[in-house]
Nanobody, 126 residues
Framework: QVQLVESGGGLVQAGNSLRVSCAVSARTFGNIAVGWFRQTPGKEREFVAA????????YYGDSVEGRFTISRDNAKNTVYLQMNSLKPEDTAVYYC???????????????????WGQGTQVTVSS
């Protein structure tokens, strides 16, 4: 139903910026939210940000509010996560996920997402 392809991860120094991308394939975007989650070894997957495709309303996890920005490009069917002022604790595998249901709900919870990308590694050096 929905396919997600991530790109853009890499190594960056603390204080710098990085943008990761999620290419989304779907038949309809009318009831789709796309979210970013991250995970480090030994920790639960953490909500980072989400965007509702129609209208573009955004939501952020407390740990990234004010530093990260999620956006979408309708023409390219791509969601971006712009990460500024990166900290070593931002190091994680970042996953793109999609929720396709009506109504969209609980966007900060891993279990509410139907589809997942492969993940992309983001490493922030001190």
């Amino acid at each position: 139903q929905v396919q997600l392809v991530e790109s853009g991860g890499g190594l960056v120094q603390a204080g710098n910026s990085l943008r990761v991308s999620c290419a989304v394939s779907a038949r309809t975007f009318g009831n789709i939210a796309v979210g970013w989650f991250r995970q480090t070894p030994g920790k639960e997957r953490e909500f980072v940000a989400a965007i509702i495709w129609t209208g573009g309303r955004t939501y952020y996890g407390d740990s990234v509010e004010g530093r990260f920005t999620i956006s979408r490009d309708n023409a390219k069917n791509t969601v971006y996560l712009q990460m500024n002022s990166l900290k070593p604790e931002d190091t994680a595998v970042y996953y793109c996920a999609a929720q396709a249901r009506n109504p969209l709900t609980a966007l900060g919870y891993t279990r509410m997402y139907n589809y997942w990308g492969q993940g992309t590694q983001v490493t922030v050096s001190s």
